[in-house]
Each structure stands twice: as structure tokens, then as C-alpha cells.
């Protein structure tokens, strides 16, 4: 398992993210992939029997290991780093690194820290309020064979966390696009 977080995790991390307006995403069968509103999680599920979770970390890190961009987007506070793969019938699908300041983990949101292999998007779009906004997405591979990630805030009852996404080679997102 740590290999995945040894590939993955410094490609999310250097990402140059772009907002969906720079994009015409609109059209292409990735679009709605990359543009979910909703719990990414409960989409994926759609499109397997077996649809799995595993943490491969969990730490808290400082707000001095966060980029600048991160720090506009969740604020100044030291961070809950959550880090999964999410598996559709035992194939990797999607690489998820999850930022949830210390401050969102109060309150109702405590449990947060205990989802363990819960889907986060099971848990956030189980409430009236919650939303996602400042999505931004990423080309991490190619023109010809891209590898596509997203990262956008979500929020819970008005406390903020930044989840970001790649979606892995094996993802339905690249379905359409491989001629399956």
C-alpha cells in the first residue's frame, strides 16, 4: 500500500491546478467525472459490485507543510491528512488526499477523524449542509493519455476541508475515453 502513496501522493501534492473554466470539460465523458458535485464515492459505487476503502495514512501534519493555496482555501490551522485509495471491484480507481483543519474537527464533526475505510463522501453528503466549491482540476499525465485529478473544497455544516483526487488508470472516468 505505500507504494501507491509513495507514487501518488507527491503527484497531488506538485499538481499545477487549473479552474474547470480553463477547461471545456463540459462535453468530454470525463467532464462529469471530474466535475461531481456530489459525493464522488457514492458515483463510483455506481459502477462496481464492490465498492472499498483503504486508509494508507492518517496523520496530523502543520500548516507550515501545507502550500500557500491550500492555506487560502482551509485557513492557518495544523491538519488532519487523510490519505485512501478508493477500489472498485479490487482495482484502484481513485488516489484521495484529504486536508481537514483541526478547527472543522469539533463539534459534530469529531467523528470525522474516525472514519478509518468509511467513505469521506458517505459521511459529508449525508447532511443538509454541506457543498462543494473552489474546484480546480489537473492533467497529470498526458495530451494523449491524461491522468486527470481534481481538487476542491468541501464543506460540513460550514467547516471547510480540501480533498484532492487523481483518478487512477483503471477509473471508470477513463472508460469512454479507452473504448471500453
Not at 107 to 123: A, F, H, I, T
Request: proline share 4%.
Amino acid at each position: 500500500m505505500s507504494e501507491f502513496n509513495q507514487l501518488y501522493s507527491p503527484l497531488i501534492q506538485g499538481a499545477k491546478w487549473y479552474s474547470v473554466q480553463s477547461w471545456a470539460l463540459e462535453q468530454t465523458s470525463h467532464g462529469a467525472w471530474l466535475l461531481e458535485s456530489e459525493s464522488l464515492s457514492r458515483r463510483l459505487a455506481q459502477y462496481c459490485q464492490h465498492f472499498t476503502v483503504t486508509v494508507l495514512a492518517q496523520t496530523i501534519i502543520s500548516n507550515d507543510h501545507l502550500s500557500m493555496m491550500e492555506r487560502e482555501l482551509i485557513g492557518d490551522s495544523d491538519c488532519l491528512e487523510r490519505k485512501v485509495i478508493l477500489y472498485g471491484d479490487q482495482q484502484p480507481w481513485v488516489f484521495a488526499r484529504t486536508l481537514i483543519p483541526m478547527t472543522t474537527l469539533s463539534g459534530k464533526e469529531q467523528d470525522l477523524v474516525d472514519l478509518g475505510n468509511s467513505p469521506l463522501g458517505y459521511r459529508v453528503f449525508n447532511t443538509k449542509n454541506s457543498r462543494r466549491d473552489a474546484l480546480e482540476v489537473a492533467n497529470l499525465g498526458t495530451q494523449q493519455r491524461p491522468r486527470w485529478a481534481r481538487r476542491s473544497r468541501l464543506w460540513i455544516n460550514d467547516k471547510p476541508m480540501l480533498v484532492a483526487e487523481l483518478f487512477l488508470t483503471q477509473s471508470p472516468v477513463y472508460a469512454k475515453e479507452n473504448g471500453c
